[in-house]
């Protein structure tokens, strides 16, 4: 499942020095900083029963990303909606309705953003499953933002531990607009994490897309091939 995924690393001031003792390798760090290790492929091929991530969905079609999407959500501590997607779910649900492939509708824990997207078919949809829509105007942020920072509440007030976040949409990199939008939101998560150490990845079309910040990292690749972008 692993091996056919694209790592996009976005890096800020990273420096890693390489050398080899006794035929293997080791990486040593420029500085005496505490090192962060990121497991972007590792994580999901851990036991169903290790819960430690969370799951957000982004404005795209899900019909190519089903697979994708019913991995991660059945694996997710908290599933949040921005927005626009909720549209896709709904149509999503109703193209499974009495198919073996959906055992349960998907019911995320809350649909979020400025709500200029959604429609009201989907609107009352989703309220009559109890799912909270919440309204956010802000022009200053996207519906990615807003979904990244009520998904921090959210593992704050039920005291989750949380190692990850993924975004799943249908492109990690594709359209400009989006994945600058994209790149964005990762240099944003730290201070809207308020730095708990919680990765945000960026998962569509095979590919995974996160931010390596100031400071020393590994990045467990487990056999996927990885692109560097400083």
Request: aromatic residues 8%; charged residues 20%.
């Amino acid at each position: 499942y692993s091996r056919a995924l694209q790592l996009y690393c976005i890096i800020v001031n990273f420096i890693i020095n390489s050398t080899k003792q006794n035929n293997n390798s080791s990486v040593t760090m420029a500085d005496a900083t505490p090192v962060r290790t990121w497991t972007p492929v590792v994580e999901l091929n851990e036991p169903f029963e290790s819960k430690e991530f969370t799951l957000i969905l982004l404005n795209a079609p899900l019909k190519h990303i089903q697979r994708s999407l019913r991995f991660l959500w059945e694996r997710s501590l908290i599933v949040g909606v921005a927005d626009g997607s909720a549209d896709h779910l709904m149509s999503l649900n109703k193209e499974l309705e009495g198919t073996h492939d959906a055992p349960m509708p998907y019911i995320p824990d809350f649909i979020i953003g400025d709500l200029d997207s959604i429609t009201e078919e989907a609107s009352s949809y989703f309220s009559l499953l109890g799912v909270p829509l919440i309204k956010v105007l802000d022009d200053d942020t996207t519906d990615f933002t807003k979904a990244l920072q009520h998904m921090c509440k959210e593992i704050q007030r039920r005291n989750l531990n949380v190692n990850s976040i993924y975004v799943l949409c249908d492109k990690a990199v594709g359209r400009l607009d989006h994945t600058m939008d994209h790149i964005h939101n990762l240099y944003l998560a730290n201070s809207i994490l308020e730095n708990h150490n919680i990765s945000v990845y960026i998962y569509g079309n095979n590919s995974i897309l996160f931010n390596l910040d100031r400071g020393s990292h590994v990045v467990m690749l487990d056999g996927c091939q990885v692109t560097f972008a400083p």
